[in-house]
């Protein structure tokens, strides 16, 4: 494919070789609609796939959120109802969804079968381009809201999106972060809440509902990415046959207009008997600019990493001693069109709460004038270089790109511009010694015209102060279609000084990974509980060559993540044996090797135990974890216990991670 080809109705517009992808990136656009159309045209076998539509909200309806549920409720050509629980009976996906986001909606899977993702992309095309629920009213009913009436009681709200927003906002974190967007945007759609407040969702009518449909969900507005290893011709030609050759050229959305600045303040009540006495909750707000410079945007993520990223990161640190709280969080909404940091204390009291704002401009005062350090600042470029490189994390890497490319489409942003980080990280290197990063500082926290402060305080009863076609099932696959070979890498087994290597040559863009097993099955079994803990410790206590303060910047200067744990393996040769093993994970840029084994290493045999307090600490911590996971994940901790009865891999892990665990 070539700039000016045409393609089964769709031209080459622009085309780019992309490093950080290993392969073109391709911008296309439909002829006869304006549909939009992004291929990443590289070897991955993982395929993925998105279609997504701006969609911008006018009031807190939810009404986009309601439509992301209801398309997924049977089409023209898959009736069934059922439909997006029953496509992972019939396919090979690893990965499918549809997320709601404040200004565009989407819809994406990854399979790496090449007949799964043709029937997938069918299923998620016919969804969203000819669903039933344009003609079944009770989908909407049942998605968005109704009412229903139970043993003659009084009727009541409900509906799947009413349902669930009612525990989005059963948390402070989420009333609060709602609270910081009415602050910063005012006057523009995120104001509103894109999933839906539970007291406006009722409000809209199903007329209304089908309007917005037909305004933003038509082919004018949007966007489709390819990525991957795939027959682009083929799916290309199946898209404009099938799908969008069959429409008309509309008027697509417009990004969500630019907010002037402001000096928000906002002061919300939450009801203590509903919620609980937790304190005050306070936020401080500061614009970053425009999304659509992605230079910068990387830069306040370096920043923010440098002076924030640990508790021992030198901003955050002097937060919590001049407050004199234990704890303190922050984070950067991005992804539209004003990005924003935020930084926000917990459960404290008003007085704290009217000091952060002060605390925050007094910090940032200090780190302008005595420089933030340029080993800080060069271990935070590293760490975050290092993030870029391993994309992906728990969803497939070419889920991580369809998603980002199609937040740029909806800011207006092209898609290498999403992409490609490695001249940006090479240029922020070059500007630590010019004092770049302290001038960003300084216009963030004290030259802003843009922030906000938010409080939420507890009080007493706080809301009373305010043409027929055939249809088909789910397409599935045929035993034939399951027999493709799945690759797998080639292991090389060498002997070395008695140690076992297992290494394995794959593309991973720069980044190494390594896996270090130390066999413990020896160990008494009263004494595995301790190895659990002396695996947690790790990172978290000063060695016998750094402080912890020294240590967190070697650790973001060399690595990229570390892990250690227990872990344990059935023997092949005899299943009612198992051997424990101590764990540790290493990933880090290949660049930075030696240096990477030579801090695992002083981790392991040189962390300095005698600090009881810290010890204490992780060990209360450990129980709260279990105690939540109780909660959330009783049925598991369950299985567990029971697994542990009849299996010795079962009894083995109930001893580190399980009930019997907790117990001691």
């Known amino acids: 494919m070539e700039i000016g080809e045409k393609i089964y109705g ?3 517009k622009e085309k780019k070789y992309v490093r950080e992808v290993e392969g073109n990136i391709i911008q296309m ?9 992004i291929v990443i045209d590289n070897q991955d076998v993982k395929k993925s796939f998105l279609v997504g539509f701006r969609t911008i909200p006018k009031d807190s309806t939810g009404v986009f959120h309601i439509l992301e549920h209801s398309v997924l409720n049977g089409s023209r050509r898959y009736p069934d109802k059922s439909m997006f629980v029953n496509l992972m009976k019939h396919s090979m996906a690893e990965f499918v969804n549809a997320i709601t986001y404040p200004d565009h909606t989407v819809y994406p899977f990854c399979t790496e079968n090449d007949k799964d993702f043709m029937n997938l992309m069918d299923v998620y095309l016919n969804a969203v381009f000819c669903p039933n629920v344009l003609t079944d009213k009770e989908i909407f009913e049942q998605e968005g809201w109704h009412f229903q009436c139970e043993d003659g009681k009084n009727p009541e709200i409900s509906g799947v999106v009413y349902n669930e927003m009612k525990g989005v906002f059963s948390s402070l974190d989420s009333i609060l972060e709602d609270e910081i967007s009415k602050a910063m945007f005012p006057e523009t759609a995120y104001r509103f809440v894109s999933g839906g407040f539970p007291d406006t969702i009722p409000a809209l009518s199903y007329e209304e509902f089908l309007e917005y449909y037909r305004t933003f969900y038509n ?3 949007c966007c489709i990415v390819l990525y991957g290893r795939m027959n682009t011709e083929q799916i290309l030609e199946y898209i404009d046959k099938v799908y969008l050759g069959k429409m008309k050229r ?9 907010q002037k600045p402001v000096k928000g303040i906002r002061n919300k ?3 203590k008997e509903k919620f609980g006495n937790q304190g005050v909750f306070a936020s401080c707000t500061y614009s970053l600019g425009d999304f659509d410079n992605r230079e910068r945007m990387n830069a306040v993520y370096i920043l923010m990493q440098a002076i924030m990223g640990e508790d021992e990161a030198p901003m955050k640190k002097g937060l919590i001693q001049s407050l004199g709280i234990p704890e303190i969080q922050y984070f950067i909404m991005d992804g539209i069109r004003q990005p924003y940091f935020a930084i926000k204390i917990k459960n404290t009291d008003k007085e704290t709460a009217g000091r952060l704002k002060m605390a925050i401009t007094e910090q940032a005062d200090r780190l302008c004038r005595e420089g933030i350090g340029e080993e800080v600042l060069v271990s935070a470029i590293n760490r975050l270089e290092f993030w870029m ?5 728990s969803w497939p890497e070419g889920i991580e790109y369809v998603l980002d490319i199609a937040g740029g489409w909806t800011q207006g942003t092209g898609p290498c511009e999403m ?14 010694k010019e004092g770049y990063f302290e001038a960003l500082l300084k216009k963030i926290f004290l030259e802003n015209a843009h922030e906000a402060e938010v409080f939420l305080e507890p009080f007493e009863n706080a809301e009373e102060k305010g043409q027929e076609e055939e249809t088909e099932d789910l397409p599935g696959l045929s035993a034939d279609d399951l027999l493709h070979k799945k690759e797998e890498p ?12 297992l290494k394995q040559e794959l593309p991973s863009k720069g980044v190494v990974y390594q896996s270090y097993y130390f066999d413990i099955s020896e160990l008494e079994p009263e004494k595995v509980p301790y190895a659990k803990l002396f695996s947690e410790l790790l990172g978290i206590l000063p060695t016998r060559m750094h402080s912890l303060e020294e240590l967190v910047i070697e650790k973001n200067m060399w690595l990229g993540n570390v892990r250690t744990y227990l872990e344990a393996y059935t023997n092949t040769d005899d299943i009612r044996h198992v051997r424990l093993k101590f764990v540790m994970d290493i990933s880090c840029l290949e660049q930075n090797l030696l240096r990477a084994v030579k801090l695992g290493e002083e981790l392991l045999y040189n962390t300095i135990l005698e600090h009881p307090e810290v010890i204490l600490k992780r060990i209360r911590q450990s129980r709260m974890e279990l105690e939540r996971g109780f909660v959330i994940s009783g049925n598991s901790y369950a299985s567990g216990r029971a697994a542990a009865h009849y299996m010795t891999e079962g009894a083995a892990r109930e001893r580190y991670s399980g009930i019997l665990y907790y117990q001691s």
């Not at 656009?29 to 159309?37: D, M, N, P, R, W």
């Open 10 to 12: 769709f031209e080459v």
């Open 29 to 37: 656009e439909h002829l006869s609609t304006g549909a939009q159309v």
């Open 219 to 221: 082919a004018s507005n």
């Open 250 to 258: 509309s008027e697509p959305a417009k990004p969500v207009m630019l």
């Open 269 to 271: 009540l939450y009801d």
């Open 389 to 393: 490189r391993e994309k992906g994390g």
């Open 419 to 432: 992409i490609e980080f490695e001249e940006t990280y090479v240029k922020m290197r070059t500007l630590v």
């Open 490 to 501: 080639l292991t090389r087994v060498e002997e070395e000084s008695g140690i076992t290597y």
